[in-house]
């Protein structure tokens, strides 16, 4: 069985005292201390000998010993300008491991990991959740699985169905590029120090083509955007934004089969793709 030991809580508390780290409030810092979910995030995203995987803020290298014991081949991107000094010092002796310091939104991803196929693993500062994933899924990366902690009420948000309180533009995008599970409810306890709020680790298979055809993607997440912007209004007033007359917003709706009163939240990716396939005629 996998055993990671950076995970177990005395190790951990014992790499901050010797490095006199503290956890940063301004990045969202906070140590993951369960050997079970680092195992959870390991078998999520199916890691095999040798897989490719990019690790975004791997921290003191909780996540990314599991990685490494499992076979992985990682890339970590590090926020913190002190932590890839101490993740030369936690991690030595593992081969397979490369320390890239920088932000990883303003990292050139293909320059760094190349055309081939490969994983994403993370353990995200919940202040920036979205939009690292969703700069993940427009880039058409070649990733194969994107494996995440993330706070529970953002993974709810991600696999949250067309009706409910929770379904809005990131459960579109995300179900648009991918097939996404929560696979394990993480309570504060797994963390030190302990957050405020639940996590959750999602699994996103990253899907081979789009769940949906469209013509124009731009245009299918304008009107996606559009329809959530301002909730209590009906699609015919959601969408007036767009530029389009309301001839043509009211013939595109018509075509599409769609009641012209109803709201975005309403709406499942067919009928988006529906709409935005509509406008395009």
Known sequence: MLTPQIADKGVTKHILRAFDLHASRRLGQNFLISPGVVR???E???IENGDRVLEIGPGIGT???GLLEAGAEVTAVELDKKLPAVLAETLRGYEHLKVVQGDILKTDIPALMGDQPFKVAANLPYYITTPILLSLLEQSLPITHIVTMVQKEVAERMTARPGGK?????????QYHTEPEIVLDVPPSCFFPAPEVDSAVI????????AVAV????????????????????????????????????????????????????LSLEEFAAIANKLMN
């Open 40 to 42: 959870a995030v390991v």
């Open 203 to 210: 699994a996103c298979t990253v899907r081979q083509t789009p």
């Open 166 to 174: 929770d379904y809005g533009a990131l459960s579109v995008a995300v």
């Open 44 to 46: 999520a995203a199916e």
């Open 63 to 65: 996540l990314t010993q």
């Open 215 to 266: 013509q124009d993607e731009k245009l299918f997440f304008r009107v996606v955007k559009a329809s959530f912007g301002q909730r209590r209004k009906t699609l015919s007033n959601a969408l007036k934004p767009l530029g389009f007359s309301k001839a043509q917003i009211e013939d595109a709706l018509l075509g599409a089969g769609i009641d012209s009163t109803r709201r975005g939240e309403t």
